[in-house]
C-alpha cells in the first residue's frame, strides 16, 4: 500500500547535514536548545534562497535538500506564509521532530549545494 506524500525542501549547513548523513539519510536530527522549531519549506526556490544567501554566509556551504513526509501525518501542522506569497514552511515543534522522522518516506537527498 502506498503512502500519499507531501515533498518538502530544507536549507541546510554541512553540520546538520553530516548528522542526517550518519542517520543513513533518514532523519534530521534532534534541535538545539536555542531551536524550538524545525522549519522545512514548501519549495525549492524558498530553500535554494536560504542555503545561498545564509548558510554559505554562516559556514561557507548551503545544500538543499528533498525529501518526502506523509500527506496525513503533515496534515496537522499549519502551512506558515513567513514572507512573500511563496515564502512557506512547516513549524515543527522540536518534542515532535522524532515522530515526523518516522513519518519520513524514503530519504533525504540533497539536490543543490552553493559556496
Same mark, same amino acid.
Given at each position: 500500500? $502506498?503512502?500519499?506524500?507531501?515533498?518538502?525542501?530544507? @536549507?541546510?549547513? @554541512?553540520?546538520?547535514?553530516?548528522?542526517?548523513?550518519? $542517520?543513513?539519510?533518514?532523519?534530521?536530527p534532534?534541535?538545539? @536548545?536555542?531551536? @524550538?522549531?524545525? =522549519?522545512?519549506?514548501?519549495?525549492?526556490? =524558498?530553500?535554494?534562497? &536560504?542555503?545561498?544567501?545564509?548558510?554559505?554566509?554562516? $559556514?561557507?556551504?548551503?545544500?538543499v535538500?528533498r525529501?518526502?513526509?506523509?500527506?496525513?501525518?503533515?496534515?496537522?501542522?499549519?502551512?506558515?506564509?513567513?514572507?512573500?506569497?511563496?515564502?512557506?514552511? =512547516?513549524? &515543527?515543534p522540536?518534542?515532535?521532530?522524532?515522530?515526523?522522522?518516522?513519518?519520513?518516506?524514503?530519504?533525504?537527498?540533497?539536490?543543490?549545494? =552553493?559556496r
Amino acid at each position: 500500500m $502506498s503512502v500519499e506524500t507531501v515533498t518538502l525542501w530544507r @536549507p541546510t549547513g @554541512p553540520e546538520e547535514l553530516a548528522l542526517v548523513e550518519a $542517520s543513513g539519510w533518514r532523519e534530521w536530527p534532534p534541535r538545539l @536548545p536555542d531551536q @524550538p522549531i524545525f =522549519y522545512p519549506v514548501l519549495n525549492e526556490e =524558498y530553500a535554494t534562497m &536560504i542555503a545561498r544567501d545564509w548558510n554559505v554566509k554562516a $559556514s561557507g556551504v548551503g545544500f538543499v535538500t528533498r525529501f518526502a513526509v506523509g500527506r496525513d501525518y503533515l496534515e496537522r501542522f499549519e502551512v506558515r506564509q513567513v514572507g512573500g506569497r511563496d515564502i512557506l514552511e =512547516y513549524w &515543527i515543534p522540536a518534542e515532535e521532530l522524532a515522530e515526523f522522522n518516522a513519518n519520513i518516506v524514503g530519504t533525504i537527498e540533497v539536490v543543490a549545494e =552553493y559556496r
